[in-house]
């Protein structure tokens, strides 16, 4: 796959696995063992401890949208649109600025870029 097949794919699976259509390991299949995710509130290394991380959140999981991606070499820059359900039975909806790297035919990285005022508000830490 290339790296944006490769990040479609990835944000297909994330919303698939939510929606109870697809095998979680399908997902983590796309990751390098060494996976990191970075974000404004936390960091995560190593794609099994990524995946606890996301399993806890998938059941507020609604949908993740792509609106815009951009791709130079093996880096895929995806402007994405997170809705979640909220703990207090609301909803959120996020914007997001995601950069993907790939190496070696997997996601080695994956850095977020949102504002977290509304995140922390409904999902307090």
């Not at 939510?18 to 063992?33: D, F, I, K, Q």
Request: charged fraction near 20%; proline fraction near 6%; hydrophobic fraction near 45%.
């Amino acid at each position: 796959m290339t790296p944006l097949e490769l990040a479609r794919r990835f944000y297909e699976l994330n919303n698939s696995v939510a929606e109870g259509n697809s095998n979680a390991a399908e997902l983590e299949a796309l990751l390098a063992p060494d996976f990191v995710f970075t974000g404004p509130l936390m960091k995560v290394e190593g794609s099994a401890v990524f995946m606890g991380m996301l399993r806890q959140f998938l059941p507020f999981h609604e949908s993740v949208i792509v609106r815009q991606q951009i791709v130079s070499g093996d880096i895929v820059c995806s402007i994405t649109q997170l809705k979640l359900k909220t703990p207090a039975g609301g909803s959120l909806t996020v914007d997001v600025s995601e950069w993907l790297k790939v190496e070696g035919h997997l996601i080695q990285s994956l850095t977020i870029f949102y504002d977290p005022r509304g995140f922390v508000q409904a999902f307090p830490m």
